[in-house]
Every structure is written in C-alpha cells, then in structure tokens.
C-alpha cells in the first residue's frame, strides 16, 4: 500500500515511544521509505540505504549515543489520512520531552523487543501515556525475526503487557507483531507470520478512530476581541475546541454565567452557517454583553463546564528548579493567566511501577497528584473530557519560565461557601486608636546579618513613642506555629507562607508588624508584598551582611555546625539565598551602627505616613 504526495481525509497525530534499541526510528524510517515518502536521492546522498533510523536520529548527539533526546516530528499522507509522527525519547531523564510529544498525539505507538520482553520502561512510557488522555494504544511486538516469528513469543508479550498495565485502564489496546527491519506487518502484512490475522500497522493507522472525545460538548476560549468603531462590529476570536456552533445557537459566557446566541460566524472568506472543532473563527454575539480575552463560550445545555477556584490535578514537573507547595506560579489555562498555588502534594507518581510515594516536592521529570488553588473562579473541563480546557500550563512568576504542566482531573469544592466575613469594628478603627497606619516591615537576610537586633531596636524605638507592635521572629515561630516545619525548600515556603497569613491578621488588627526571618527566596518575598502590600503599607528591608561576617559573628554557632556536617539545608552554605534585587531599604550592616539603621527604618516610616505621632526622641 504505497504512500501518496498528495492526501485526503482527516489527520492522525501519534507518538512512537520504546526502550533504547527497541526499534523506533528504524520503524519511523521504514513507514516512510517503504511508502515512497522518501525521494530516491535523499536516501543515496546521506548514505542511509542500509540504516533507516539515520533518517529520524538527525542529532548527532543521537546518532553517537545511540539514543532519541528530543522529540522529532515527521510527517506523510496517504490516500486516508494525514500524519504526524512525534518520535519521542524514552529515557527517564526526557520524560518531560515524551510528555510535550504526547500532549497533542491522539495514538501511541509502544515497541517491545520481542527478544527482551516487557521491561521497566514499557511501563513508565504507557503511564505517561495514559497521563497525557491518549485513548489509543498499538503495541508494537518488534524484531520478531530474532525470535523465529514464534507465535508463542508474541501472545506471550502481549499477556504481560496487558496483565501489567490493567490498573492504567488503558481504553484500546492493539498488539501487532512485526519486524521493522525487514518490513512484515509495517506496510503489509509479510509472509512469515501466517497465525498473525490482525492488520498491518499503516493499515491500523488509516482506520482507527481517534474521534474528540468532547464529541458535541461546544467549546471555545475567547483569544482576541476585535471591533470596528465604524460598523460597531464587536466580535470574539478563537479557535473551537469541541464540538460545534451554528449560526442562532445559545450559549453561555463563562466564569460570569451570561448567556446570548450567536449572530454571526465570521472568517475572512465570509460567513458560516457552521463552524466545528478545529476551525479558527471570530462569533458575534447576538447581546452586547461582558466578554474578555479568556471566557470560555459553551452551549449553555449537556453537560457544562466546571467553575472553580480549587481544583486536583496531576502536575509534571519541567523545570529543574523544584515545584514547592505553598509558592505561587501563574497559570495558563487557555489564553486566561492568572495566579495559582499548589496547597497540597497529595502524592508523587512512580511512572516505573504505579506506585504512590508521599513527597513535598516534585524535581524535573517527576509527576505529583495536587491540589491547586486559584486566585478567582476559571471555567475547565475534566482533561479526559477536553484536553484544549482541561489541561494547564504553570509559569515562574518572576523567570516567566515554562515549569510545569498540568492535567485537570476534578473540581474541589470544599471552599465555595468560604468568605471573608466582615466584623461591624473595622481594620481603620483599630487603627485610629492607634494613632497609625498598620504596617508591614519585612527584615531578610542570612542567619546572622542583624535582622532581629535591627527589629528590636525598632520596636523599642516604636513602643517608646506610644505605637502597638509585634515581632515575628522565625526561632520564635518555629516553637508553636511551624514546629512541625523542617528546613527543606518545601518547608520554608510553607513557614513563610503561615507567617504572611499571621502577619495580615496582625496588621488588620492595626499593629505594626515587624517580620524577622531570613526568608530566602525572592518568590516568597514577591507574595508577602503581592499579599500584605496591597491592604497595608509594606517595605522589604535587606539586611545586608556577608557571609563571612555572618559566619565570623555566628551568635548561635550554626555556621560551625553547618561547616561541621551536622546541620544539613543552611541557608547560605549547601541551601540558596537569593537576595532582593529592588527592596524598599538596603541596610550594609558593615558599614554603618545599629542606631543609624534603627534610624532609617524609623525614617521610611514617617516618610510613607505611618507614624502620626510626633516622635519625643526627635524633639
């Protein structure tokens, strides 16, 4: 059955996936070589007659190493069908890479060496598989010749895999035996595997049905709004992510519920009647209603998409910074952004056997089960029901790196009745009597940098011109609040995440609140000022101390401890500090006296109104 240049009918996208040596990119090389995709010349200018995975394994790296690093795409028609092949790579250490290719495939193609059997990473590739919604599965039983094309050798394979991958539910699975490297079962069945009565892979490929499995649930996340001020045309562009739309239909406007119909299908050929899911458009709304950039458009009838602020996900980590509960990131869910934290790492994910291990944070390539919570309400559909609305992206809020992604599996509604419950004596009368403004004074710096002996002598200076105050200190917080807190990356984002919340409740009763912790990171340092600045006047103080006077001082000898091995995860020494680039008061403890760094904090608090009262030290 030869491939075509020229093609027809709808397009099928799918992976190849396999242990090294498995076969894949012979495989690749054989469906296009055997089905003339490959120019004649091509193939003798680069020498690849008698090596087909040469025409697939482009990097060098690849070819030296012997291993697929990257996900390569390659693309044929045939009379049926268009292609696009996604060739991924099967190390654990490219998990992220096999998850990018998987992410849009609609089939996987999974290859077995007949002679190895089922190994560990067959596992790990069709957990990953079954992760990313592919509902598809070929189980390609390769190098069948090496095994005498014993039908006892295939069924065999087959049992196994399908015995070991049953708790993934994987909804179809074809095995087919074969050898790429000699073309049986690949193109057209071959001669050598009579007892085989199953189609031949392309053939597989032309007639399996990859239909949406949003089938006619409507969906369409608003990308861009155009106008015309002349027409007064107002139209919402985008592309339709399930189902379809007819000119007239109802729909509804999500988070904010309105519904309308549509009165036109726009496209720069002219109107629609209809448009259906892959088809970019611009709707016009019967209603002049509120619609921005990110609503989702559904048929406001079947069944409709979830609306929540709380949500449980699978999450697979990308970057090599680590995914730490409680630090906020912002999510791309569609073209809506906004900010989502991850409050609880149920679980991490052992894609090698499907075992759950507790964790409190995900490394690059590793998968976790987590709940997430978001700054507002956002329409989204299960992944397994739409993966254009069910599936997310999470953004480093100051890198604007892609570090994770995310696969939508329920809505968690245990905070919808949650509001913040307004008492009749308010935050401005705790402050009036007072006689300030609530504040907010944030020291970091490392472990002996003077943070705390700068806040008391602060919150003396404070208490002696009559103003109410506390100091959170982090040794003193350590031994009530956040004792059950360890000194991980994951704990101190959790220990600085409880002490923003107390100090808001704090500064909410009118007290100036003075923050005395090392707080390491700026991405914690970010929220505190994104949470207490907007309600109260807010300022980062740097303690700025190197670290061989932080550790020639040492006032609780945790340097030498740290030195000496016994102390693990010291900030400064094997765990980073990452000081503030902007902070509102820089104070170069080597340079300068207590009393004239008291006197500067005190000095940004009258300059912002803090302090009304006139201060009697002054006078």
Same mark, same amino acid.
């Given at each position: 059955?030869?491939? =075509?240049?020229?093609?027809?009918?709808?397009?099928?996208?799918?992976?190849?996936?396999?242990?090294?040596?498995?076969?894949?990119?012979?495989?690749?090389?054989?469906?296009?070589?055997?089905?003339?995709?490959?120019?004649?010349?091509?193939?003798?200018?680069?020498?690849?007659?008698?090596?087909?995975?040469?025409?697939?394994?482009?990097?060098?790296?690849?070819?030296?190493?012997?291993?697929?690093?990257?996900?390569?795409?390659?693309?044929?028609?045939?009379?049926?069908?268009?292609?696009?092949?996604?060739?991924?790579?099967?190390?654990? &250490?490219?998990?992220?890479?096999?998850?990018?290719?998987?992410?849009?495939?609609?089939?996987?193609?999974?290859?077995?060496?007949?002679?190895?059997?089922?190994?560990?990473?067959?596992?790990?590739?069709?957990?990953?598989?079954? +992760?990313?919604?592919?509902?598809?599965?070929?189980?390609?039983?390769?190098?069948?010749?090496?095994?005498?094309?014993?039908?006892?050798?295939?069924?065999?394979?087959?049992?196994?895999?399908?015995?070991?991958?049953?708790?993934?539910?994987?909804?179809?699975?074809?095995?087919?035996?074969?050898?790429?490297?000699?073309?049986?079962?690949?193109?057209?069945?071959?001669?050598?595997?009579?007892?085989?009565?199953?189609?031949?892979?392309?053939?597989?490929?032309?007639?399996?049905?990859?239909?949406?499995?949003?089938?006619?649930?409507?969906?369409?996340?608003?990308?861009?709004?155009?106008?015309?001020?002349?027409?007064?045309?107002?139209?919402?562009?985008?592309?339709? +992510?399930?189902?379809?739309?007819?000119?007239?239909?109802?729909?509804?406007?999500?988070?904010?519920?309105?519904?309308?119909?549509?009165?036109?299908?726009?496209?720069?050929?002219?109107?629609?009647?209809?448009?259906?899911?892959?088809?970019?458009?611009?709707?016009?709304?019967?209603?002049?209603?509120?619609?921005?950039?990110?609503?989702?458009?559904?048929?406001?009838?079947?069944?409709?998409?979830?609306?929540?602020? &709380?949500?449980?996900?699978?999450?697979?980590?990308?970057?090599?910074?680590?995914?730490?509960?409680?630090?906020?990131?912002?999510?791309? =869910?569609?073209?809506?952004?906004?900010?989502?934290?991850?409050?609880?790492?149920?679980? &991490?994910?052992?894609?090698?056997?499907?075992?759950?291990?507790?964790?409190?944070?995900?490394?690059?390539?590793?998968?976790?089960?987590?709940n997430l919570a978001l700054d507002r309400p956002m329409p989204f559909d299960r992944y397994d029901d739409n993966r254009d609305t069910g599936g997310f992206v999470l953004i480093d809020r100051l890198t604007n790196a892609t570090v994770g992604a995310g696969m939508i599996r329920f809505p968690l509604r245990r905070a919808a009745n949650l509001r913040w419950h307004d008492f009749t004596v308010n935050r401005?009368?705790?402050?009036?009597?007072?006689?300030?403004?609530?504040?907010?004074?944030?020291?970091?710096?490392?472990?002996?940098?003077?943070?705390?002996?700068?806040?008391?002598?602060?919150?003396?200076?404070?208490?002696?011109?009559?103003?109410?105050?506390?100091?959170?200190?982090?040794?003193?917080?350590?031994?009530?609040?956040?004792?059950?807190?360890?000194?991980?990356?994951?704990?101190?984002?959790?220990?600085?995440?409880?002490?923003?919340?107390?100090?808001?409740?704090?500064?909410?009763?009118?007290?100036?609140?003075?923050?005395?912790?090392?707080?390491?990171?700026?991405?914690?340092?970010?929220?505190?000022?994104?949470?207490?600045?907007?309600?109260?006047?807010?300022?980062?103080?740097?303690?700025?101390?190197?670290?061989?006077?932080?550790?020639?001082?040492?006032?609780?000898? +945790?340097?030498?401890?740290?030195?000496?091995?016994?102390?693990?995860?010291?900030?400064?020494?094997?765990?980073?500090?990452?000081?503030?680039?902007?902070?509102?008061?820089?104070?170069?403890?080597?340079?300068?006296?207590?009393?004239?760094?008291?006197?500067?904090?005190?000095?940004?608090?009258?300059?912002?109104?803090?302090?009304?009262?006139?201060?009697?030290?002054?006078?």
């Amino acid at each position: 059955m030869p491939l =075509l240049s020229g093609g027809a009918g709808d397009m099928l996208r799918f992976i190849t996936c396999g242990s090294v040596d498995d076969g894949k990119s012979t495989l690749i090389g054989r469906l296009l070589v055997d089905g003339n995709a490959v120019p004649d010349d091509h193939l003798h200018a680069n020498g690849i007659d008698g090596d087909l995975a040469q025409l697939v394994d482009g990097l060098h790296a690849e070819r030296t190493q012997g291993i697929t690093i990257d996900v390569g795409y390659r693309y044929f028609t045939t009379a049926r069908r268009r292609y696009v092949i996604a060739d991924t790579p099967g190390h654990e &250490q490219y998990t992220r890479n096999m998850a990018t290719g998987a992410s849009t495939a609609d089939l996987a193609v999974i290859l077995v060496d007949a002679t190895k059997g089922v190994r560990r990473q067959t596992y790990r590739h069709s957990a990953i598989v079954a +992760l990313m919604g592919i509902r598809q599965v070929v189980l390609a039983i390769n190098k069948m010749d090496l095994v005498g094309w014993r039908q006892e050798a295939f069924s065999a394979i087959a049992a196994t895999y399908r015995a070991l991958t049953a708790p993934l539910a994987l909804p179809t699975v074809t095995a087919i035996p074969m050898s790429a490297r000699l073309g049986d079962n690949v193109i057209d069945l071959g001669a050598h595997m009579p007892w085989y009565d199953g189609p031949a892979l392309l053939e597989h490929l032309e007639s399996v049905d990859v239909a949406s499995p949003h089938g006619g649930l409507f969906r369409f996340f608003v990308q861009w709004i155009t106008r015309d001020e002349v027409t007064t045309f107002r139209g919402y562009a985008g592309t339709v +992510l399930g189902g379809s739309i007819r000119a007239g239909e109802e729909i509804v406007v999500l988070p904010s519920g309105k519904q309308s119909r549509i009165a036109r299908i726009v496209t720069a050929d002219g109107d629609l009647a209809e448009a259906s899911v892959g088809q970019a458009v611009t709707l016009a709304l019967a209603d002049e209603i509120d619609v921005s950039r990110g609503d989702l458009l559904a048929a406001p009838d079947g069944r409709p998409p979830q609306l929540a602020d &709380q949500l449980a996900a699978h999450l697979l980590w990308l970057d090599e910074a680590p995914m730490l509960p409680g630090r906020p990131y912002l999510m791309r =869910l569609g073209p809506a952004t906004m900010t989502a934290t991850v409050s609880e790492l149920k679980h &991490q994910l052992d894609i090698d056997d499907g075992t759950h291990k507790a964790a409190k944070q995900l490394a690059a390539n590793e998968i976790g089960f987590a709940n997430l919570a978001l700054d507002r309400p956002m329409p989204f559909d299960r992944y397994d029901d739409n993966r254009d609305t069910g599936g997310f992206v999470l953004i480093d809020r100051l890198t604007n790196a892609t570090v994770g992604a995310g696969m939508i599996r329920f809505p968690l509604r245990r905070a919808a009745n949650l509001r913040w419950h307004d008492f009749t004596v308010n935050r401005g009368q705790r402050s009036a009597i007072k006689g300030h403004r609530p504040a907010v004074l944030w020291f970091t710096g490392l472990s002996g940098a003077g943070k705390s002996t700068i806040a008391d002598g602060v919150e003396k200076r404070l208490l002696a011109l009559g103003h109410h105050t506390y100091t959170l200190d982090g040794d003193n917080v350590r031994h009530g609040l956040n004792r059950d807190l360890g000194f991980t990356a994951a704990d101190r984002v959790e220990n600085i995440r409880r002490v923003i919340e107390t100090a808001h409740l704090m500064a909410d009763a009118g007290l100036i609140v003075l923050v005395s912790f090392i707080s390491p990171f700026r991405a914690e340092r970010a929220r505190a000022r994104e949470r207490l600045g907007g309600d109260f006047f807010f300022a980062e103080i740097f303690v700025d101390t190197s670290l061989d006077e932080c550790e020639r001082r040492d006032p609780k000898g +945790l340097y030498r401890k740290a030195r000496a091995g016994s102390l693990q995860n010291f900030t400064g020494l094997d765990s980073p500090y990452e000081p503030p680039e902007q902070p509102d008061l820089h104070l170069r403890t080597t340079a300068s006296t207590i009393d004239a760094e008291v006197e500067q904090v005190l000095g940004i608090l009258r300059h912002h109104g803090v302090l009304d009262r006139p201060d009697p030290l002054r006078s």
